[in-house]
């Protein structure tokens, strides 16, 4: 046996461990910390695998943003009056079935895959070439894929239209309801001066290396949405009203130019979604950068929450 | 030559981890937020350390290692800081929040 298979089992032998004690905590914070521990080491396995555009997605957002819009829901939960009266019987039995079923229904997925796996992994790596990008996840995503990347980012908007939409109407495009500390000269102060302008370049290096490299939009957008929130939270910048034009235009302008994109190749390339030949890699290029500012304001947006209260006048 | 990097990989990377595990021992043993949060600053600032000053001689080119040093140099940032915010709210609030 070598290291790296012990390594490799012990990774999972702890990933295993992290998984069955985020089930098994009582404390909705304890448990949310046990997730976002279970996203980093699932990102670790997500190297060992050899994808590390998936790692860092993982480690983005399943690890990073959704470990926040979980804390941000225990704070919720621990605010409203009457949430430690547990769920009934009933509830609490579905709940586990439900879980239970899809846990059930992955494990036979996974685990008894075809003969033959079917694959399409050498016709990409034979025509990537054509896109001028060296990334296959890439190529994947933008050319050979490009109808599902779109939806995915309307998902986004979508999934923050949603979390509006649970204002009270007499808040509606009023301010996110987002917890922000400011006592004055503080060291968090200290660190949202000093960390975004280091961090926006970062995202924007892994957006950019995404074209040939791991890396790309979520990535990115994600480092940016993180950046935005740390100034948020220290009270440098005041959380904006949703209701604000320039928000509302930066939240779709990724999808907005990806769609027009999309329809100009009808035209150029005589396909929706289709790149006029030799000119593919700039303007994905172009797309990833429009859609890393989208989703970095769509997510920062998302752990802001619902509008809480009106902009004063 | 790269038998040298490697014998000086494996000491400093060994060095580090060995501060990791007397770092999470720490953690897991000593009695308040305050004094783990003592045992978690040595292993971000010199298990860390160590680790980055390993692996350079194993990075690719010079953007590789000012790559592996920037991640240090952040990591240090970012840990220095969230052990006051977190020292500060158990200061204020008591150790249970």
């Given at each position: 046996m070598t290291i790296l298979s012990a390594f490799d089992i012990g990774l999972v032998v702890l990933i295993l461990a992290v998984g069955a004690a985020t089930i098994a905590k009582r404390d909705a914070f304890a448990a949310v910390i046990g997730y976002v521990v279970y996203g980093l080491l699932l990102a670790i396995a997500w190297v060992r695998l050899s994808a590390v555009d998936v790692a860092l997605t993982e480690a983005a957002i399943g690890g990073g943003m959704t470990g926040m819009l979980l804390l941000g829901a225990v704070a919720r939960l621990r605010l409203a009056?009457?949430?430690?009266a547990r769920p009934s019987f009933p509830v609490r039995f579905a709940a586990a079935a439900l879980s239970a079923l899809v846990a059930a229904g992955l494990a036979i997925a996974v685990l008894s895959p075809p003969e033959a796996i079917p694959t399409l992994a050498p016709m990409v790596m034979e025509n990537l070439a054509q896109s001028g990008l060296g990334n296959p996840v890439a190529g994947v995503l933008f050319v050979y894929r490009a109808l599902d990347t779109l939806l995915e980012k309307v998902v986004l908007i979508l999934a923050l239209v949603g979390v509006w939409s649970l204002a009270p109407d007499s808040v509606w495009g009023g301010i996110p309801g987002l917890r922000v500390y400011a006592p004055p000269s503080s060291t968090l102060t200290f660190l949202a001066q000093l960390l975004p302008p280091v961090g926006i370049v970062v995202a924007i290096y892994m957006c950019w290396i995404g074209a040939k490299e791991p890396g790309g939009a979520f990535q990115g957008g994600t480092v940016l949405a993180a950046m935005w929130l740390l100034v948020m939270i220290a009270g440098l910048k005041s959380v904006p009203s949703i209701s604000q034009r320039w928000l509302r235009l930066l939240v779709v302008v990724g999808p907005v130019i990806f769609l027009a994109i999309g329809i100009s190749g009808m035209v150029l390339?005589?396909?929706?979604l289709a790149y006029p030949p030799g000119y593919a890699k700039p303007l994905i290029v172009a797309v990833e950068f429009a859609l890393t500012l989208s989703i970095g304001v769509a997510l920062g947006l998302l752990a802001a929450g619902p509008p809480e209260r009106v902009q004063p006048q | 030559m790269k038998l040298a990097f490697d014998i000086l990989t494996i000491f400093f990377v060994s060095a580090g981890a060995l501060f990791f595990l007397a770092g999470t021992v720490g953690l897991i043993r000593f009695p308040d937020p305050l004094t783990r949060l003592h045992a978690l600053t040595k292993v971000d600032n010199l298990g860390l350390g160590l680790v980055v000053l390993g692996l350079l001689p194993q990075a690719t080119g010079l953007f590789g290692a000012l790559k592996l040093v920037a991640i240090w140099l952040l990591v240090q940032l970012s840990g220095a800081i969230v052990t006051q915010l977190i020292a500060g709210t158990v200061r204020h609030h008591g150790p249970h929040g």
């Open positions: 009056k009457g949430s430690d390339a005589n396909a929706f | -």
